[in-house]
């Protein structure tokens, strides 16, 4: 597995697509970043899904 993960992922706030470089040693952790688009606050959670694969999982950060 690479380090880091390039994703896909929808933002809370504004339902555009944004992409996100995901480090796989990070793991069970989250962060905020913000939207490159909308520029809200997003908190990111990491986690091992099946297999192995890194996941995320976005939230709004007021939610």
Not at 4 to 22: F, H, N, R
Not at 48 to 58: D, I, S, T
Request: some cysteine; glycine content about 8%.
């Amino acid at each position: 597995m690479e380090a880091l993960q390039e994703k896909s992922a929808m933002c809370p706030y504004c339902g555009e697509t944004i992409s996100l470089l995901l480090d796989c040693m990070q793991a069970g952790d989250s962060y905020v970043e913000d939207c490159f688009v909308c520029c809200q606050p997003i908190v990111v959670s990491l986690y091992a899904g099946v297999g192995g694969e890194l996941e995320c999982q976005l939230r709004a950060e007021n939610a």
